[in-house]
Each structure stands twice: as C-alpha cells, then as structure tokens.
C-alpha cells in the first residue's frame, strides 16, 4: 500500500517562506514521478511543479524563481521550498505520486499567507 504524507504547512507572512514535504511509504519512488498542486478556496486544483524519476523539473510559469522542487530518492521524499509567499499562495498543498498507469496523492496540508 502506497502513502503520502504532506508536511510543513503553516501560516506565513507576506514574503516569509515554507518548506514543505512528501513522505512516501511502500515500495515504489524512485521510478515514480511525482507533483506538488495546489487548491485555493472555490477554485480548481493547479499544477505547482513537478519532477520526473530522473529529476526533471517542470513549473507553473507564473511560481518559476519563487518555488523549487525536489526530490530524494534515498530518503523517499519529496519537497517545496516556497519563498517570497503571497496572500494569493494561499491552498491546501497536495503531492502526488506518478506515472503512466497510477497516481496516488497526499491527504494535503494548508498554507495560509497573511499579516
């Protein structure tokens, strides 16, 4: 059985940062690939970033230079650092574990940007 757990969220103030992360237990990572999305109060989930078994990464053109996706093989995590937050980064934060025929996510974990 695969699970993901999310960590790391909180409130932040404008500009201040977060990390967060992705537990993943059973057997299976390192082929995987695996995302982090994100869902704001009365809109749709959205791709924040992705990176592929062999660690290419992908962005939200709008979040490039302000978010970094990675990943550890070893460890089996994944994680987001999140800098420079705006209000409008606000969501419930999921990852996602990947690939052409399965995908399981995390229970998601809140960040809430406000002064």
């Known amino acids: 059985q695969v699970q993901l757990v999310e960590s790391g969220g909180g409130l932040v103030q404008p500009g201040g940062s977060l990390r967060l992360g992705c537990a993943v237990s059973g057997r299976i990572f390192s082929l995987y690939s695996m995302g982090w999305y994100r869902q704001a109060p009365g809109k749709q989930r959205e791709l924040v970033a992705t990176?592929?078994?062999?660690?290419?990464?992908n962005y939200q053109d709008s979040l490039k230079g302000r978010f970094t996706i990675s990943r550890d093989n070893a460890k089996k995590m994944g994680s987001l650092q999140m800098n420079n937050l705006k209000p409008e980064d606000t969501a419930v934060y999921y990852c996602?574990?990947?690939?052409?025929?399965?995908?399981?996510w995390g229970q998601g974990t809140q960040v809430t940007v406000s002064s």
């Open positions: 996602k574990l990947y690939n052409s025929d399965r995908e399981y």
């Open positions: 990176i592929s078994s062999n660690g290419r990464t």
